[in-house]
């Protein structure tokens, strides 16, 4: 399962279009609540369907992680997420810009996303023919 637009025929769309509306709701109200509400918030919202996702192979109710692997490309998908999770901790810590820190985080996602795929890609390039279909004695 690779990142695409489409949904899988499998999939409950009003499951997915539940999963939606919890990130919709859970990512401002970090900035609105105190930890400790956002997190039993976070329980309700995300755990307990998360624990229904895990419930079944192939059923109609799938992780939240599924549904942002289908649906958002890798690189944005860690983008957000250290970025919004350090900007809501920094919130939470009452650091004075907490959007600094959630911009810094951000790109640290986006370098770690990279830096991942780039060398998951080249690893495999140095240890045989690569996928243009040269070897490595021949790229040099």
Request: glycine content about 8%; aromatic content about 18%; charged content about 15%.
């Amino acid at each position: 399962m690779s990142f695409s637009l489409e949904r899988p025929r499998r999939w409950a769309r009003w499951w997915v279009a539940l999963w939606a509306a919890d990130v919709a709701v859970l990512v401002p109200a970090a900035f609105l609540l105190p930890p400790r509400r956002w997190s039993a918030l976070a329980d309700v919202l995300f755990g307990q369907p998360a624990a229904v996702g895990l419930l079944r192979r192939g059923d109609p109710y799938p992780p939240l992680t599924f549904v942002i692997r289908r649906y958002l490309p890798r690189w944005l998908c860690f983008t957000l997420l250290y970025g919004l999770w350090a900007a809501a901790a920094a919130w939470w810590l009452g650091f004075p810009r907490p959007e600094r820190l959630g911009v810094l985080f951000a790109l640290l996602g986006w370098a770690q996303n990279h830096f991942d795929v780039t060398y998951n890609t080249y690893q495999g390039w140095m240890i045989g023919p690569s996928a243009w279909g040269r070897s490595p004695e021949r790229c040099r």
